[in-house]
């Protein structure tokens, strides 16, 4: 079983509906983030936290919210969606003691908004 | 702003090629450096880092990066590639401070002709 698990892998949803991902991982780490890859861009930041009650927004956190319903688990969620979000969605953790920690990621989330 | 940019967008090498992936950063403090690799329909894996101490880091699968401070580079090698090293690479920097973020460059696809 994969460390770092996304659900769902693929979902094609319609403008203006909410959309949740979700992400759960057993690494035991504290902190996680989320991601996003658009051909050409890379990855960009969409959001991270550092515990339950550490949440702090990355470069490009305008339309998306999270929520750390615990150590484990992250979520993003898109409340209006609009097609300009379809992209690939990664979630990654890593330990939270130093920084030359890497992050571990999930196998992604692949979201088209028609 | 701190960058990271991947001067190659697409490479296509012949089996036995040898390959070099140009890496440039912009911060000018201490750095971590990273490269990432995501085969087809994957998610990112960790190819080696860089935190401190020898420049000339190796990883797995035959890859090696040196880091040159002088030039802002951390440039991605491999004396022949092959046809399994199909894939789009991601060099990454760590954002200042120790928040664990990762900056990524737009990532360079490399397919390999056997």
């Known amino acids: 079983d994969a460390d770092v698990t996304q659900t769902p892998r693929n979902r094609i949803t319609k403008t203006g509906k909410r959309i949740m991902l979700e992400c759960s991982q057993t690494k035991g780490h504290d902190r996680m983030y989320w991601y996003r890859q658009d051909p050409g861009l890379g990855l960009r930041l969409i959001y991270y936290s550092f515990d339950v009650k550490d949440i702090n927004k990355g470069e490009i956190s305008d339309g998306y919210s999270v929520s750390r319903q615990a150590q484990a688990k992250f979520s993003l969620s898109l409340e209006s969606a609009i097609p300009n979000q379809t992209a690939l969605y990664f979630c990654?953790?890593?330990?939270?003691?130093?920084?030359?920690?890497?992050?571990?990621f999930g196998e992604g989330s692949r979201l088209t908004v028609l | 702003a701190q960058s990271v940019s991947q001067h190659n967008h697409h490479v296509i090498l012949s089996e036995a090629a040898s390959l070099e992936l140009g890496c440039n950063y912009s911060?000018?403090?201490?750095?971590?450096l990273f490269w990432y690799v995501q085969y087809p329909g994957q998610h990112l894996q960790l190819l080696l880092k860089y935190f401190s101490g020898d420049p000339l880091v190796k990883g797995i699968k035959g890859f090696e990066a040196e880091f040159i401070k002088s030039k802002f580079s951390f440039n991605l090698r491999k004396p022949s590639v092959q046809w399994s090293d199909t894939a789009e690479y991601f060099c990454?920097?760590?954002?200042?401070?120790?928040?664990?973020?990762?900056?990524f460059g737009q990532g360079t696809t490399l397919q390999v002709k056997p």
């Open positions: 990654a953790t890593r330990t939270g003691t130093g920084r030359t920690g890497e992050l571990f």
């Open positions: 990454a920097v760590n954002a200042p401070g120790n928040t664990g973020k990762l900056i």
């Open positions: 911060y000018g403090g201490t750095v971590n």
